[in-house]
């Protein structure tokens, strides 16, 4: 099973609906997650970042954490061609393991206008 | 500006040869990263560095080597041992050293091996 596991899509959406990513993870002692934004060619870029369970929002975006199911998950509303990206979410491992951040593969979303 | 600055960002290589990717920063981190990017796989580590003179090996070290003299510049040598190193290569760079959440990213290294 890998650390951190999302669904590689790509996930296409029209212009102005919700889209919505998730990401699963093994460690259920994981306390904090994070969402990186990589448009194609360039590098990632933080945008969301949640600490145990709950909802974050920010703008268009909202970060929802259920640590019961070991996922978390990243709401864009109103998606804009802007959005088209991929979405990789991190995880850090303890500090006994290392100070590193674990990403998943990623997810590709595609909002068509 | 603050930043982090890799170069080349474009690189080619013959098989054989080592190759040194450079990685400096000006926003005062103390911890230091290398990750590679292949195309489906996401971002794996390669090395990471939390204060200088001192660096730990991740998930994908062999075949690459580095060193921290200084607390601005984190270089990576892809060395010939290294069987697949065309990739994107990626260095970051955070505050934390008690866990690396927030990652400050550069604009990468793309090294081909002809």
């Known amino acids: 099973q890998k650390e951190v596991e999302q669904n590689s899509g790509p996930l296409s959406v029209p212009e102005g609906a919700i889209a919505s990513l998730n990401c699963t993870y093994s460690?259920?002692?994981?306390?904090?997650f994070f969402w990186y934004r990589q448009y194609s060619g360039k590098s990632p870029e933080l945008i969301m970042f949640?600490?145990?369970?709950g909802d974050k929002e920010d703008g268009r975006f909202t970060a929802q954490l259920n640590k019961a199911s070991q996922y978390v998950s990243l709401l864009i509303r109103d998606s804009q061609p802007s959005d088209s990206a991929t979405y990789l979410c991190?995880?850090?491992?303890?500090?006994?393991?290392?100070?590193?951040?674990?990403f998943g593969a990623g997810t590709i979303l595609r909002v068509k206008s | 500006d603050g930043g982090i600055t890799q170069s080349p960002k474009y690189l080619f290589r013959k098989e054989g040869q080592n190759v040194t990717l450079s990685c400096e920063q000006n926003l005062n981190h103390d911890a230091m990263y290398w990750y590679r990017q292949d195309p489906g796989q996401g971002l794996r580590l390669i090395y990471y560095s939390q204060i200088v003179n001192d660096f730990q090996k991740g998930d994908i070290a062999e075949g690459y080597s580095v060193s921290r003299e200084k607390k601005e510049s984190f270089p990576l040598t892809v060395t010939s041992a290294q069987k697949n190193p065309t990739a994107f290569y990626l260095c970051?760079?955070?505050?934390?050293?008690?866990?690396?959440?927030?990652?400050?990213f550069g604009e990468g290294s793309r090294l081909t091996v002809l």
């Open positions: 991190a995880v850090p491992k303890p500090a006994e393991y290392g100070n590193k951040l674990v």
């Open positions: 460690d259920r002692g994981s306390q904090s």
């Open positions: 949640i600490y145990s369970n």
């Open positions: 970051a760079s955070s505050t934390n050293q008690a866990y690396a959440g927030e990652l400050f």
